[in-house]
């Protein structure tokens, strides 16, 4: 873990109530769990984790408001996607995506969130399973660890309650994008804007044991990796257009509530992009070109594939099949995939609309909410997307206000790095009116000058950002 740039205390300047006490980097004091809290930090999720662990770590007393286990006796204390009150569950895929830092962006930021000594990239190694160059985890163990990790913590203490407005003292806001209603209605009346939105899906988990191995098969898209860590059900040219045709055809739901609302890009279902033409999943998750049918040594018509999603292997959820079909269609449907015909699924895929507020408006450069600058956001209701994205903002959002906290002032990364790149879109990057959810892409990066091959550019663009990481971090 990377060493914290600033002093690390345990005190109560806020409150009085304990001395200061300067503390060499690793050593706590004997303190009561039953403490004041220099910081209140709203959402439990990736990014609410990742701000707290990096609070914690600075010597900062942190309160943790989660409302999923609060048992309120309205009963609003789970979100339509979660499925547990563990803290930093995925609720949606396993995958943090390529983990390659020399040339992917997400990969890149992998990097740089290790070299901070990230929380939730730690527990991710911990908990990894395979997934060939990408970093998946175990789910559950995942979720365990990151909650084992901050309920150890002396500087953190876990609430389990919902937070209807918002508090008045120092704070971050990392609900997500399904805050509670009369949060949101608090954030909605601050802002004065409303809140934009989109749609996210659920992607169906099946039990390995119900799927067909006689059929399908074990590989890596282009042997990329020693080990063969995708399960691929093939499909011939007649399969997979009766296939097409039934996604077409199946049963949905409707949210008429949520008419003319946008579907976020990386996240579409499956069934909306076989709206968009007959060879789109083609190109996509059904894509089979670097995968050799063992039963005929060619590349099938179209493939689906199965990541592990638990570290035993016993359930394998089904890339890229994000799905609004009703539940009974789902296992209609998707038991016509070669290999699946007796398919048991843990769990079904499902849809929810996601919200977040306009960041480039409403935010300043170290993610202060400029109308009340002791309240910070971070996470998915910024607007960025994606497990890592999110647990990125939350760890600089815990950096800015640590250094608030001690009195100082952090300056964002340089925007030539993954952290400062994404930094720079949700704070002002982007066109407000056009404000999307972003995955961390190059295209958020400065420009590499002149002309290179792509190849290169991209190995350019990690070289050039481990640099300007390495001069930010011995400056701060």
Same mark, same amino acid.
């Given at each position: 873990?990377?060493?914290?740039?600033?002093?690390?205390?345990?005190?109560?300047?806020?409150?009085?109530?304990?001395?200061?006490?300067?503390?060499?980097? *690793?050593?706590?004091?004997?303190?009561?769990?039953?403490?004041?809290?220099? /910081?209140?930090?709203?959402?439990?999720?990736? %990014?609410?984790?990742?701000?707290?662990?990096?609070?914690?770590?600075? *010597?900062?007393?942190? =309160?943790?408001?989660?409302?999923?286990?609060?048992?309120?006796?309205?009963?609003?204390?789970?979100?339509?996607?979660?499925?547990?009150?563990?803290?930093?569950?995925?609720?949606?895929?396993?995958?943090?995506?390529?983990?390659?830092?020399?040339?992917?962006?997400?990969?890149?930021?992998?990097?740089?969130?290790?070299?901070?000594?990230?929380?939730?990239? &730690?527990?991710?190694?911990?908990?990894?399973?395979?997934?060939?160059?990408?970093?998946?985890?175990?789910?559950?163990?995942?979720?365990?660890?990151?909650?084992?990790?901050?309920?150890?913590?002396?500087?953190?203490?876990?609430?389990?309650?919902?937070?209807? %407005?918002?508090?008045?003292?120092?704070? /971050?806001?990392?609900?997500?994008?399904?805050?509670?209603?009369?949060?949101?209605?608090? /954030?909605?009346?601050?802002?004065?804007?409303?809140?934009?939105?989109?749609?996210?899906?659920?992607?169906?988990?099946?039990?390995?044991?119900?799927?067909?191995?006689?059929? &399908?098969?074990?590989?890596?898209?282009?042997?990329?990796?020693?080990?063969?860590?995708?399960?691929?059900?093939?499909?011939?040219?007649?399969?997979?257009?009766?296939?097409?045709?039934?996604?077409?055809?199946?049963?949905?739901?409707?949210?008429?509530?949520?008419?003319?609302?946008?579907?976020?890009?990386?996240?579409?279902?499956?069934?909306?992009?076989?709206?968009?033409?007959?060879?789109?999943?083609?190109?996509?998750?059904?894509?089979?070109?670097?995968?050799?049918?063992?039963?005929?040594?060619?590349?099938?018509?179209?493939?689906?594939?199965?990541?592990?999603?638990?570290?035993?292997?016993?359930?394998?959820?089904?890339?890229?099949?994000?799905? =609004?079909?009703?539940?009974?269609?789902?296992?209609?449907?998707?038991?016509?995939?070669?290999?699946?015909?007796?398919?048991?699924?843990?769990?079904?895929?499902?849809?929810?609309?996601?919200?977040?507020?306009?960041?480039?408006?409403?935010?300043?450069?170290?993610?202060?909410?400029?109308?009340?600058?002791?309240?910070?956001? &971070?996470?998915?209701?910024?607007?960025?997307?994606?497990?890592?994205?999110?647990?990125?903002? *939350?760890?600089?959002?815990?950096?800015?206000?640590?250094?608030?906290?001690?009195?100082?002032?952090?300056?964002?990364?340089?925007?030539?790095?993954?952290?400062?790149?994404?930094?720079?879109?949700?704070?002002?990057?982007?066109?407000?009116?056009?404000?999307?959810?972003?995955?961390?892409?190059?295209?958020?990066?400065?420009?590499?000058?002149?002309?290179?091959?792509?190849?290169?550019?991209?190995?350019?663009?990690?070289?050039?950002?481990?640099? &300007?990481?390495?001069?930010?971090?011995?400056?701060?």
């Amino acid at each position: 873990m990377a060493a914290w740039t600033g002093s690390r205390r345990n005190d109560a300047s806020a409150t009085g109530n304990f001395a200061t006490v300067v503390l060499p980097f *690793g050593r706590w004091p004997a303190i009561s769990r039953i403490m004041t809290h220099d /910081i209140h930090i709203i959402g439990g999720g990736l %990014a609410g984790s990742e701000a707290a662990w990096q609070l914690a770590e600075a *010597g900062f007393r942190v =309160k943790l408001s989660e409302m999923r286990g609060s048992k309120s006796p309205d009963g609003g204390d789970m979100t339509p996607a979660h499925q547990t009150d563990g803290l930093a569950e995925l609720v949606c895929s396993n995958s943090f995506r390529s983990d390659d830092a020399d040339s992917n962006a997400v990969g890149l930021l992998h990097a740089e969130m290790r070299a901070m000594g990230s929380i939730i990239m &730690a527990q991710g190694d911990i908990h990894k399973v395979p997934a060939g160059s990408a970093l998946a985890v175990d789910r559950d163990g995942f979720s365990a660890g990151v909650t084992a990790a901050l309920a150890a913590h002396p500087n953190v203490t876990i609430v389990r309650e919902r937070v209807d %407005a918002l508090p008045d003292g120092p704070a /971050i806001i990392a609900t997500g994008p399904l805050t509670a209603p009369l949060l949101a209605d608090s /954030i909605g009346a601050e802002t004065g804007k409303d809140a934009l939105a989109f749609f996210d899906a659920i992607a169906p988990i099946v039990h390995h044991d119900s799927i067909d191995m006689s059929i &399908a098969w074990m590989q890596s898209r282009w042997d990329k990796t020693e080990t063969k860590d995708y399960i691929n059900c093939p499909m011939d040219k007649e399969q997979y257009l009766a296939f097409h045709q039934a996604l077409l055809d199946g049963d949905k739901t409707v949210f008429k509530d949520w008419e003319d609302v946008p579907y976020f890009e990386g996240c579409m279902p499956v069934e909306v992009m076989a709206e968009r033409g007959l060879d789109t999943l083609r190109y996509g998750p059904m894509k089979p070109v670097g995968l050799d049918d063992p039963r005929t040594g060619r590349w099938p018509y179209a493939v689906v594939q199965l990541r592990q999603d638990n570290a035993t292997g016993t359930l394998w959820n089904i890339v890229g099949f994000q799905t =609004k079909l009703k539940h009974a269609e789902q296992v209609r449907i998707f038991r016509t995939i070669p290999g699946l015909e007796n398919a048991e699924f843990a769990r079904l895929g499902g849809l929810h609309r996601n919200t977040f507020i306009r960041s480039p408006e409403l935010l300043d450069p170290t993610l202060r909410l400029k109308s009340r600058p002791h309240l910070r956001f &971070a996470g998915q209701i910024t607007g960025c997307e994606g497990y890592v994205e999110s647990a990125a903002i *939350g760890l600089m959002a815990g950096r800015f206000a640590a250094a608030e906290l001690a009195g100082t002032t952090l300056a964002p990364p340089p925007v030539e790095t993954a952290l400062g790149a994404l930094l720079g879109h949700i704070t002002g990057g982007a066109e407000v009116e056009t404000y999307q959810p972003m995955n961390i892409n190059f295209g958020l990066f400065p420009p590499i000058p002149g002309r290179t091959k792509k190849t290169d550019r991209k190995r350019m663009y990690t070289a050039r950002a481990r640099d &300007a990481l390495a001069g930010w971090l011995s400056a701060a």
